[in-house]
T-cell receptor, first 121, second 114 residues
Framework: GAVVSQHPSRVICKSGTSVKIECRSLDFQATTMFWYRQFPKQSLMLMATSNEGSKATYEQGVEKDKFLINHASLTLSTLTVTSAHPEDSSFYIC?????????????????FGPGTRLTVL | AQSVTQLGSHVSVSEGALVLLRCNYSSSVPPYLFWYVQYPNQGLQLLLKYTTGATLVKGINGFEAEFKKSETSFHLTKPSAHMSDAAEYFCAVSGGDSSYKLIFGSGTRLLVRP
């Protein structure tokens, strides 16, 4: 159980176009989903926290108008990179936190998707 | 603020040898600690986590880690390395003022020599 999928796994686009990445929890409901960015040979950096039915919370330095996050249901969150540029090329990974009866807590495990590699030409 | 330091960006061991990946954390409140493994071009898989209780935590694939508060450490070990253990390993901390957010270390790449 606790499988998270991402689509697409790899995308190449031209500069100036927008790209949408989907993150789905396949066998559980996730009130909260997270979006991370990982540069080559570096660690994961949290971009934003996505809560179902409400606006995402962005980390400092992350442009919310450039990285649009929508969490329309308990099993789906999307990240749209608008007007993508070569510097946006990266590995984007989502994670989902299983909903508990009392909401989520720091101890709840985050289950990670397989990642999406974005290359902007 | 919380932070995680992983000593050694690369660790190389022979197959069958002990694996030791080091992780030290900084936290002003009791931390929750995690180890994740990442295979090339894949997401992260949870190996083990410490929240409360027993300080020696056993995870999947024969890995274990011990929470040592006095040393602010959470080192990952495995008695005998296997070729399939070659991957990137991340230590992470959450809790306290960082709430649910996972703060990751820089990662350690484990190389296993035949």
């Amino acid at each position: 159980g606790a499988v998270v999928s991402q689509h697409p796994s790899r995308v190449i686009c031209k500069s100036g176009t927008s790209v949408k990445i989907e993150c789905r929890s396949l066998d559980f409901q996730a009130t909260t989903m997270f979006w991370y960015r990982q540069f080559p040979k570096q660690s994961l950096m949290l971009m934003a926290t996505s809560n179902e039915g409400s606006k995402a919370t962005y980390e400092q330095g992350v442009e919310k108008d450039k990285f649009l996050i929508n969490h329309a249901s308990l099993t789906l969150s999307t990240l749209t990179v608008t007007s993508a540029h070569p510097e946006d090329s990266s590995f984007y990974i989502c994670s989902a936190q299983r909903s508990g009866l009392a909401g989520y807590s720091s101890t709840d495990t985050q289950y990670f998707g397989p990642g999406t590699r974005l290359t902007v030409l | 603020a919380q932070s995680v330091t992983q000593l050694g960006s690369h660790v190389s061991v022979s197959e069958g040898a002990l694996v030791l990946l080091r992780c030290n954390y900084s936290s002003s409140v009791p931390p929750y600690l995690f180890w994740y493994v990442q295979y090339p071009n894949q997401g992260l898989q949870l190996l083990l986590k410490y929240t409360t209780g027993a300080t020696l935590v056993k995870g999947i694939n024969g890995f274990e880690a011990e929470f040592k508060k006095s040393e602010t450490s959470f080192h990952l070990t495995k008695p005998s390395a296997h070729m399939s253990d070659a991957a990137e390993y991340f230590c992470a901390v959450s809790g306290g003022d960082s709430s649910y957010k996972l703060i990751f270390g820089s990662g350690t790449r484990l190389l296993v020599r035949p």
